[in-house]
């Protein structure tokens, strides 16, 4: 009877990992900010008054949680936005934007590290203000109009989930 049982569930072991694995196989970002990159955006939001939530370094404020679908790393979104770049103590200027009456839409696990990790926290019909430092966003590289080592602000309403 044992031996039936191990055979079994062997069986039943080796059998489920050959089943065909459809869907999506994306895995959270682990990456955290360096203490000088948490620093720099701690004190861009003392000087500006603005208190933050916290996630592996980076900052956000949900100003509106929505009441729909939240997104997860699978899911295609659809979203308002605004990104501006910040400088010092300020917001700089403002390097990208979603069109008027034309939402940008994209799956989670294209985009930014910054945007994977906290847009989940929100559901559609939500508002969040994302501070992201560079290693949570375009890191060390250019990117079109964003200097290399950037730090980012990005102003979302997520309007759709899928």
């Known amino acids: 009877m044992k031996k039936w049982f191990f055979v079994s569930a062997f069986i039943a072991l080796v ?3 050959c089943k065909k ?5 994306s895995v959270a970002p682990t ?3 360096s203490a000088s990159e948490s620093a720099y955006l701690q004190n861009y939001l003392t000087t500006n008054n603005i208190t933050a939530s916290q996630k592996n370094g980076m900052f956000y404020v949900i100003s509106s949680q929505g ?17 501006k770049l910040i400088n010092g103590t300020s917001d700089g200027a403002q390097f990208d934007a979603s069109q008027p009456n034309n939402p940008f839409v994209s799956s989670l696990n294209n985009l930014i590290s910054g945007w994977q990790l906290v847009l989940p926290l929100v559901k559609a019909g ?6 992201i430092p560079p290693s949570l966003g375009y890191g060390s590289q250019a990117s079109g109009p964003i ?3 950037s730090y980012l602000k990005f102003l979302i309403t997520v309007k759709s989930v899928n």
């Open 15 to 17: 059998s489920s990992g």
């Open 21 to 25: 694995d459809e869907g999506c196989k």
């Open 31 to 33: 990456t955290i900010a």
């Open 67 to 83: 009441t729909d679908a939240s997104p997860n790393l699978c899911s295609t979104i659809s979203v308002d936005y605004v990104g």
């Open 126 to 131: 939500g508002t969040v203000t994302l501070y």
């Open 147 to 149: 200097p290399a080592n």
